[in-house]
């Protein structure tokens, strides 16, 4: 009964310390506060909230025209950079014409001295022919000389015979010799000498005449060779170095009237971007006009905004002071709430015991009275 009366009397002392700490009339009062209080401060804060909500759309609407302007510069400035680009590719294509000019040119250079080479080469061989027919007409000579020293070389009188054939004969020492056949050999032999020079003569005139005729007739050949072959070299190299030229004319005067045409053309692009940016200028210009007049009501709408968000701190301050209270009181009721079951088991352990009790009493009372 003793633990019964301890733990009965907890649960009263708990709820009159918590009673004493929340009482009802300062609930109330924190609900009135939740309630009356801010009213008055979120009446003051809705016309603020609407102007920033209109100077929010007007500046979405600027960023957004911003955005567009944004995107036209970058579309021009890419037309722009295309156009600088086909300025230089024809440019470029200018220039390698003019290499490819050059490169025939150079090819004509080197046309000409190789005909200026086969020029040296036929004089060359104009040279080495004419000394080859000197050599030769030395050999004739130098034959001919051997040929009379070797016929009178021998230390015979008697005459030699013009077909060469030497005649063998006695000795001049083994006979005697008059002066009447000394005077007819002598004159034999010179007869025969002049007859055979004068063959000699004839033949070497022969010699160098049919020499001098297959000589010009060679040279003839040759020039005549030669002069073939630099004509139809020539006539090739014209024919092609004309169409080459042709060709390059024709390219050079297609790309100038496309380069003239580009010209033109990107002239009239560049004036119209010219125009576009001059446009884009002074939107934003007139653009950054109005965002200064915005920035200055949004600075004077930052004031209020500031008012306004110190009385909403004021407010918050108050909400999260009550909000704690509020746990608290909660926090409270809770351990009120499980002070009563515990409560409640001390109460049904105090009837459990006290049927034992008076079960315990009642068997005593029986056995006293059996007794």
Request: hydrophobic content about 30%; proline content about 2%.
């Amino acid at each position: 009964m003793e633990k019964g009366q301890k733990t009965g009397g907890k649960p009263k002392h708990v709820m009159k310390r918590l009673t004493k700490k929340i009482p009802a009339a300062t609930v109330k009062t924190t609900n009135q506060k939740k309630t009356s209080d801010p009213s008055p401060k979120i009446g003051i804060v809705v016309p603020d909230v609407r102007k920033m909500a209109d100077i929010e759309k007007k500046l979405g609407t600027l960023q957004i025209h911003k955005d567009k302007l944004k995107q036209q510069t970058e579309k021009l400035s890419g037309e722009v950079n295309k156009v600088k680009c086909d300025l230089n590719m024809s440019q470029q294509e200018r220039g390698r014409m003019q290499q490819f000019w050059q490169i025939a040119e150079m090819n004509l250079e080197t046309e000409k001295e190789k005909g200026r080479d086969v020029e040296k080469t036929m004089f060359c061989l104009k040279t080495q022919q004419a000394n080859h027919v000197q050599k030769l007409q030395q050999k004739i000579r130098s034959l001919v000389l051997s040929a009379k020293t070797n016929r009178h070389a021998s230390t015979q009188s008697d005459p030699i015979a013009p077909n060469g054939f030497v005649i063998s004969a006695e000795c001049q020492t083994m006979e005697e010799i008059s002066k009447e056949k000394a005077a007819n050999i002598l004159r034999q032999s010179d007869d025969l000498l002049t007859a055979f020079i004068s063959e000699l003569e004839k033949e070497k005139l022969n010699a160098q005449s049919d020499l001098k005729y297959a000589v010009v007739q060679l040279e003839q050949r040759m020039k005549e060779e030669m002069e073939t072959q630099m004509r139809t070299m020539r006539e090739e190299r014209e024919i092609e170095i004309e169409e080459i030229g042709l060709k390059h004319i024709e390219q050079i005067r297609s790309i100038e009237s496309a380069h003239d045409e580009e010209t033109s053309h990107l002239q009239g692009k560049i004036e119209f971007l010219q125009k576009e940016v001059e446009n884009l200028r002074d939107l934003r210009d007139g653009i950054s006009t109005n965002l200064a007049d915005c920035r200055e009501k949004i600075q004077e709408q930052a004031v209020q905004l500031g008012q306004s968000q110190g009385k909403i701190d004021e407010m918050s301050k108050e909400l999260t002071r009550l909000q704690d209270y509020k746990k608290a009181f909660q926090r409270d009721m809770r351990n009120l709430d499980s002070m009563r079951a515990e409560v409640e088991k001390y109460k049904e352990l105090n009837e459990i015991i006290m049927g034992e009790f008076f079960k315990n009493r009642k068997r005593k009372r029986s056995t006293i009275r059996r007794s």
